[in-house]
């Protein structure tokens, strides 16, 4: 029995820290409004145009602030107070999301002006995100870091599994308004456990750059600290390498016979992988050695994937994308324990952003070439040659960052290699 309770996912900072238990139940409610807002922007859009180019603008609307407006965003959140920081980008958002809601009740706005509000709310979850990453290390001691990180998955799991369903009912029952006044009243959630927060004003805020210098000195720490370097290149080979999505459709015609159910499951696979994972992250968040964990998952991944683009039947295809549903999970969380245990308070909003920017640009990179690849040649030999990348890529990682591999406490936060001092302390 306590082997069992130490293999489930880790409670104790919910029970440890009331201020976290806050800030994780009210992203987690606001969690599943944001993903009925996903689902109602597109049905939006397309009723209005019918047209996939709208619905591709609205995807941009997402992407394009968090990439250009991220790493800036990142500074101003190592030079200010961030409890008041995301307080001010969460009241944003439901700004957003309540004139989304009117629109959506009263009509006769164009289309134009739906895909500019998504912009603008966008351009507020480019500064929230970073401010959001950097509460864990101070809410809760060193060894609890990983089971926060594992809490916070797999609530954005449960919302992307759930989230969508239940805008389908909405959308039928009540309506677009309706969706996005739900998401509008959720984000009170994520109000309350922000100002829940003890403060958060950032040691040398002051002495901190700002703009492109600020942005320089996030750049230089990624550059020049191993095992952040590491974590994320090891990111940007699972997902540029070897994001499977757009090749679901095409895997499906080829050895499926194109039906519909089977891509819904492709789909579902990957999800249910990684709420397992999660529901049993005890079982990898209590390991002394996160960076080898995380090349393990990363490689787990690719493998599983390669396997799944091997399999000669659908059953097991399926049984493979659990697998890397759930190596992905152990991936990240590790990743995410890593860099945020081995980068500076002072630095931790840019890196944050920095996180944020590859989570978002790597899977669509990814996306790309996969289907650029399978247009060339099948979409087997895409997803094969993709995971078999992904494991090579990880494995190259792992031997030029030896720290990854240490047992003992590598690399401590804001300690460069031998490239040189941090250009911040100059």
């Not at 600020?214 to 095992?227: H, I, K, N, Q, S």
């Not at 549903?325 to 308070?345: I, K, Y």
């Not at 909003?349 to 590859?358: D, F, L, P």
Request: some cysteine; glycine content about 16%.
């Amino acid at each position: 029995m306590t082997g069992m309770r130490r293999a489930l996912i880790d409670v104790a900072p919910l029970r440890s820290s009331p201020a976290f238990r806050r800030l994780w139940g009210g992203q987690t409610l606001s969690a599943f409004g944001s993903q009925m807002t996903v689902v109602a922007v597109m049905f939006q859009v397309w009723r209005m145009t019918h047209s996939t180019v709208w619905t591709g603008a609205v995807a941009l609307a997402q992407a394009v602030p968090l990439l250009v407006l991220g790493l800036f965003a990142g500074t101003v959140v190592d030079r200010v107070e961030r409890r008041r920081f995301y307080a001010a980008m969460t009241a944003g958002q439901a700004v957003c999301a309540g004139l989304l809601a009117v629109q959506g009740f009263v009509g006769g706005v164009p289309v134009v002006g739906v895909v500019l509000l998504v912009a603008l709310q966008s351009c507020c979850v480019a500064g929230g995100g970073p401010a959001s990453k950097a509460f864990l290390p101070a809410l809760l001691p060193r060894e609890q870091l990983a089971a926060g990180l594992a809490l916070r998955r797999i609530s954005f799991q449960g919302a992307m599994l759930i989230g969508p369903a239940l805008a389908g009912v909405v959308l039928g029952g009540l309506g677009i308004g309706a969706c996005y006044a739900i998401d509008a009243v959720s984000f009170g959630g994520a109000l309350y456990g922000a100002l829940g927060l003890p403060s958060m004003a950032t040691k040398g805020a002051v002495a901190a750059h700002s703009g492109l210098r600020g942005v320089r000195d996030g750049l230089v720490f990624l550059v020049r600290t191993p095992v952040v370097r590491g974590a994320l290149l090891t990111d940007l080979a699972t997902t540029v390498l070897s994001m499977p999505i757009s090749l679901f459709p095409l895997l499906n015609a080829e050895r499926f016979g194109g039906s519909p159910g089977t891509l819904g499951l492709f789909l579902s696979a990957l999800a249910v992988g990684g709420v397992g994972a999660s529901l049993f992250s005890g079982t990898f968040t209590r390991l002394p050695r996160p960076g080898l964990v995380m090349l393990g998952g990363s490689a787990a991944w690719g493998l599983a994937l390669a396997l799944c683009g091997l399999a000669p039947e659908r059953w097991l295809g399926l049984a493979c994308l659990v697998v890397a549903g759930a190596a992905d999970t152990v991936s990240v969380v590790s990743r995410s324990t890593l860099v945020q245990s081995h980068t500076p308070n002072e630095l931790l909003g840019r890196v944050g952003a920095a996180e944020q920017i590859v989570g978002q640009a790597g899977p669509d990179v990814g996306n790309m070439r996969g289907g650029v690849v399978a247009d060339a040649t099948s979409g087997v030999v895409a997803l094969v040659s993709g995971g078999v990348l992904c494991v090579l890529a990880v494995v190259v990682v792992g031997v030029v960052t030896p720290g990854l591999r240490r047992d003992d406490e590598v690399a401590r936060a804001g300690e460069p290699d031998d490239m040189g001092g941090l250009a911040a302390s100059g």
